[in-house]
């Protein structure tokens, strides 16, 4: 368990500093999995809707930075550009 939330501050810092689509994704994606695991393991759904917060952020950044239609754009990290 302290392995699984190291990899977790790791991913939230990598995330912060350089937002790379596919680190986003797997955000999302554990967050999401971690999240449904407690219904389908005989917990009340609302142990997945407590919990939306933690796979829909990252959802919605990876929305904000857009979903690439490459597999090479997943891995790359595209900086903002300033428009004067």
């Given at each position: 368990?302290?392995?699984i939330g190291i990899l977790d501050?790791?991913?939230?810092?990598?995330?912060?500093?350089?937002?790379?689509?596919?680190?986003?994704?797997?955000?999302?994606?554990?967050?999401f999995i971690t999240a449904l695991s407690r219904p389908i393991s005989?917990?009340?759904?609302?142990?997945?809707i407590e919990r939306s917060a933690n796979w829909s952020l990252p959802l919605v950044l990876l929305i904000t930075l857009g979903i690439?239609?490459?597999?090479?754009?997943?891995?790359?990290?595209?900086?903002?550009?300033?428009?004067?």
């Open positions: 368990m302290p392995y501050i790791i991913v939230a810092f990598f995330v912060l500093i350089f937002p790379i689509r596919i680190v986003v994704f797997w955000a999302f994606f554990w967050a005989g917990m009340e759904f609302i142990e997945f690439p239609n490459t597999l090479k754009s997943w891995f790359i990290f595209e900086e903002t550009k300033k428009e004067s």
